[in-house]
Antibody, heavy 118, light 108 residues
Framework: EVHLLESGGGLVQPGGSLRLSCAAS????????MTWVRQAPGKGLEWVSLIRNDGGDTFYADSVKGRFTNSRDNSKNTLFLQLNSLRVDDTAVYYC???????????WGQGTLVIVSS | EIVLTQSPGTLSLSPGERVTLSCRASIRLSGDHLAWYRQQPGQAPRLVIS???NRANGIPDRFSGSGSGTDFSLTISRLEPEDFAVYYCQQYGSAPYTFGQGTKLEIK
């Protein structure tokens, strides 16, 4: 069974940084592209970033480009999202998800909440 | 960036009814790379349909997807209580892989 477990969320001041992690299990992690999606409170889903299976290519939403970095460690079956220069409107639940490169997202974690507030 | 517009925003329906949700893309999608997801309150989204018309594993046959190019739809033939949720379409043909704004199905 596919299992994705996000961690690293919390309260941070505007301009601060956080590093989110996503531990994957139940599948061959290195075979899959991975995606981050976020959802602000009471709002819809927003695609954030995708990293291909070997980490060679990454893609970002314009809203986070230059501030967020998507990376992975295939030896540890772990996905990361480094969030820098955080803004109040980055407040959201951040989901780690499997797939997304020329394919739908077929599995989702339960999300980790990031709150950006002074 | 491809913009996906879902309609309507909210629908009030009764269990057992049939419903069709719409998703329109701002430009033609390559390969019909469009998915539908269902999100129940307090839960993560779940894949319902991939590649415009393929039901995901475990999704009952009352769900069907159709469309190509710029116009896509999701039909639920007989609404069950668990189907009252928010539905999102997403394109994965061209980065950034955008979502629609969602359609909420609520119980009348």
């Amino acid at each position: 069974e596919v299992h994705l477990l996000e961690s690293g969320g919390g309260l941070v001041q505007p301009g601060g940084s956080l590093r989110l992690s996503c531990a994957a299990s139940g599948f061959t992690f290195s075979n899959y592209a991975m995606t981050w999606v976020r959802q602000a409170p009471g709002k819809g889903l927003e695609w954030v970033s995708l990293i291909r299976n070997d980490g060679g290519d990454t893609f970002y939403a314009d809203s986070v480009k230059g501030r967020f970095t998507n990376s992975r460690d295939n030896s540890k079956n772990t996905l990361f999202l480094q969030l820098n220069s955080l803004r109040v409107d980055d407040t959201a639940v951040y989901y780690c998800a499997r797939g997304g490169w020329a394919s739908s997202i077929d599995s989702w974690g339960q999300g980790t909440l990031v709150i950006v507030s002074s | 960036e491809i913009v996906l517009t879902q309609s309507p925003g909210t629908l009030s329906l009764s269990p057992g009814e049939r419903v069709t949700l719409s998703c329109r893309a701002s430009i033609r999608l390559s390969g019909d790379h469009l998915a539908w997801y269902r999100q129940q309150p307090g839960q993560a989204p779940r894949l319902v349909i991939s590649d415009a018309s393929n039901r995901a594993n475990g999704i009952p046959d009352r769900f069907s997807g159709s469309g190509s190019g710029t116009d896509f739809s999701l039909t639920i033939s007989r609404l069950e209580p668990e189907d009252f949720a928010v539905y999102y379409c997403q394109q994965y043909g061209s980065a950034p892989y955008t979502f629609g704004q969602g359609t909420k199905l609520e119980i009348k």
